[in-house]
């Protein structure tokens, strides 16, 4: 502190006596001075320069996530998943019912049916010296051990027993060979549904009637499990 005020001194005596030019050694000291000055630096300049630098990083780093985001769900497939299209799914096969070829009762009979309860469809074809007739068939259900399977008739020629709009069931006995017989429904009104059609034509014919009707088939059918 003492050279700074000795400095101070020396320079401005010489530029009270009109003195444009300072002398060497004074000189030297002043430059000697400003090297070891140190310069004050703004702190909130600094701090501000360095939270810039922090929400610049920031900023780039949720740019960057937010492309990546962006390419990998144009990527992704509408089900959500990874990888390509997802793989269609084969529809369920339907479940057999009864498929065969075979004579019942003098009736040359094809019956293809699947599904199960009231869920059925297929039809069954009928054909006599009489006449012929199809049913599109509708329902099943077990009886005392007899799979009943029945319909509505859709085309007849002829054939007295089976009336267009008519409700017919084959009953099959499970064996070796499977036993069948006809159900035909003569009364007007028809049942209302085709379930109900079973319950009407055991109280008309009685499961007794039933067993003694069954004849052994000719010919091969495959029957459900």
Not at 129 to 156: H, K, M, P, Y
Request: charged share 15%.
């Amino acid at each position: 502190m003492s050279a700074d005020r000795e400095t101070t001194r020396v320079v401005r005596s010489w530029l009270d006596e009109g003195v444009t030019r300072l002398p060497d050694r004074v000189l030297d000291a002043v430059l000697d001075q400003v090297p070891t000055t140190p310069q004050r630096r703004h702190l909130w300049s600094a701090w501000r320069l360095d939270q810039m630098n922090i929400y610049a990083k920031l900023i780039v780093g949720v740019a960057a996530v937010l492309i990546v985001a962006f390419v990998g769900y144009q990527f992704l497939p509408s089900n959500g998943g990874f990888g390509g299209q997802p793989t269609p799914q084969p529809s369920p096969t339907p479940t057999l019912l009864a498929h065969g070829t075979f004579t019942a009762q003098g009736i040359n009979t094809t019956l293809d049916a699947t599904g199960a309860g009231s869920n059925v469809s297929g039809r069954m074809t009928g054909s006599n010296s009489d006449g012929a007739f199809t049913v599109a068939l509708q329902c099943e259900r077990t009886i005392n051990g007899l799979l009943w399977i029945g319909g509505d008739v859709t085309q007849s020629t002829s054939l007295q027993n089976a009336p267009v709009g008519s409700r017919t069931a084959i009953v099959l006995k499970r064996g070796s060979p499977v036993q069948a017989i006809f159900v035909f429904q003569m009364s007007d009104p028809r049942s209302a549904t085709c379930q109900a059609f079973f319950d009407d034509m055991l109280v008309i014919a009685p499961q007794s009637d039933i067993d003694a009707g069954l004849e052994p088939i000719a010919g091969t059918v495959e029957l459900a499990p």
